[in-house]
């Protein structure tokens, strides 16, 4: 069973990061588990060629609220790993993020995916996870989306968060889900530049490759099908790993409500999607 940050919010809080800790924050379902598995290639493919195929990425990057998904918690399992940098992942707002990572000036990725398309996947997500409370119809959790009343809180909240965060703190690196499936090699070299790494062309070319969807979604160390509160019979963890399936589940006029529905919540933003109204 995963118990979630609630059981452990003071242990939570009083994480103390390392300066060269990597902070993976992102809303659920933007593309977190893609990310994290460039990342620890990225650092890890050649100073520890086993790692990708001896340990599952879960615990090569822990879960930083998440009690257990393994045996031990996000933290525990953090404050154990010897690695430099250490990859930790985080679905926590911009504000409630241990204070430790900002006073180590830490580097963040952030990845922000279109609100649709995110929802989409939530959806499917929580219908296959029994750790997850049950989504109910679409209909209904849709407008749950809307209303912001999901376990990570408001999406448009957490992308705007985070958004404005980036303006006070110069080292998070801010990228879209619909960015990676655009060009990935793309996104790995932004990476690199944020990240100061100097991986050869060859060797991004070959990151590239290892994380396209039809390789990852193989992977049994990254696909989670070895975690057991997850039903693949019902929707793979990998299940599609496209923009705009959104279009298969809107009808509409939910898309109608939707669009009047996001463009008041992020009229006062300046952050744009490309793809999504
Ligand atoms: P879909 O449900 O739309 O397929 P997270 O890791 O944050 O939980 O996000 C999961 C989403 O990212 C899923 O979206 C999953 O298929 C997609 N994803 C994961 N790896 C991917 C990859 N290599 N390429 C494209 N999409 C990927």
Known sequence: MVHYFTDNWEKIQNFKARPDDILIATYPKAGTTWVSYILDLLYFSKTQPDRQTS??????????????????SGTDLADSLDTSPRLIKTHLPAQLIPKSFWEQECRVVYVARNAKDNAVSYFHFDRMNYGHPEPGDW?????????????????????????????????????????MVEDTGREINKLCSFLGLTSTTKEKEQIRHLSQFDNMKKDDMANYSTVEVMDFKISPFMRKGKVGDWKNHFTVAQNEKFDEDYEKKMKNTTLQFRTVL
Not at 63 to 72: G, V
Not at 152 to 177: A, L, N, Q, R
Request: hydrophobic share 35%; aromatic share 18%; charged share 20%.
């Open 139 to 179: 209909n209904s959790y849709l407008q749950r989306f809307i209303d912001g009343k999901m376990v990570f809180g408001s999406w448009y909240d957490h992308v705007t968060g985070w958004w404005e965060k980036k303006h006070s703190h110069p080292k998070i690196h801010y990228m879209f889900f619909e960015d």
């Open 55 to 72: 340990t599952s990425l879960n615990d090569r990057v822990p879960f930083l609220e998440i009690t257990s998904l393994n045996q031990s």
